[in-house]
């Protein structure tokens, strides 16, 4: 069977660093317990790699991440998520003398320092995402647009001119169906553009896959945002997809009769991974 490589594809740079500091924590204290507040990127296979390291996994599934901030003992080590975090945490972590390892995106950390030089902040997001969360308990008086909804609270916007900010791994059309509505509303706002590259680019490959793609595989988590849209807009462009998180779920699937296949990857899947399901599709 011929496969199609989109790329770019395996870890994006952020992951990556996210990664490395992690395992740099565990170098560093290996008399303590490290712990990762939140799922420190959104794929269980990377994660599952650093807890066989021994780090301990606080997720947000199970409880508000402050909780389980307050409950790790004094004196440990916390390395805090890629996606961001309410920076009253550090504060929590230094009373509990606390070692921190801030393993934050840089692109979201430019999206909160551009927020901290306006007046006015609309924040546009999936609702419970860790990046959302985190974004607005640091800019508690942003107004939150939910792209599941297209909704926000319009009425209590300050000035006519707000400025819009947007979490970094949503898609295109995500994107432009909610600046559309936010500039009929209010003409003067302004767009801001720190967007993840990543993202950006493999949702522009999946956009320009050849037609005679029979299906599109995307490696990723479901709990991944930037995985998510991948499938989302292979979906939208006609295409048989389906979202797997791994080799295992991939082998699953039946390809009889299949004679060309696409297969992407979400910016928190491995580059082993990936080349693992590439070099099992080219066995078919």
């Known amino acids: 069977m011929e496969v199609y490589a989109i790329k770019p594809y395996g870890y994006c740079a952020g992951v990556q660093g996210a990664l490395a500091l992690a395992k740099k924590a565990v170098a560093e204290s290996p008399d303590k317990s490290v712990y990762l507040l939140g799922m420190l990127v959104h794929n269980e296979d ?16 199970d409880a508000p991440l402050r909780e389980q901030l307050l409950e790790i003992p004094d004196g440990q080590v916390v390395v805090f998520s890629a996606h961001g975090h309410d920076q009253g945490f550090d504060q929590i972590a230094a009373a509990k003398h606390l070692k921190i390892y801030d393993a934050t995106c840089p692109f979201v950390t430019l999206n909160l320092k551009e927020a901290r030089a306006e007046p006015s902040v609309i924040y546009v997001g999936v609702p419970g995402h860790l990046e959302s969360l985190a974004f607005l308990a640091n800019d508690p008086t942003a107004i939150f647009y939910d792209v599941k ?10 000035g006519p001119a707000p400025h819009v900010i947007s979490q970094t791994t949503l898609s295109e059309e995500e994107l432009t169906k909610a600046h559309q509505q936010i500039l009929s509303d209010f003409p003067n706002a302004t767009i801001g553009s720190e967007r ?16 005679e793609i029979e299906a599109v595989i995307i490696l990723g988590s479901k709990r991944s945002n930037n995985s998510l849209k991948l ?5 939208k462009q006609g295409f048989l997809t389906y979202l797997v998180l791994d080799l295992a779920a991939l082998k699953k699937i039946d ?17 082993e991974s990936y080349n693992a399901c590439l070099a099992y599709l080219k066995s078919l």
């Open 255 to 271: 390809f009889t009769g299949k004679k060309k296949v696409a297969l992407g990857s979400g910016a928190s899947t491995s580059f």
């Open 46 to 61: 990377a994660v599952a790699s650093l807890k066989a390291l021994g780090l301990k996994l606080l997720d947000e599934k």
């Open 196 to 211: 993840c590259h990543s993202t950006s680019l493999r949702q522009e490959a999946i956009k320009a896959l050849p037609p």
């Open 231 to 235: 499938a989302e807009i292979a979906k």
């Open 149 to 158: 909804t297209n909704a926000y609270r319009k009425s209590q916007v300050q």
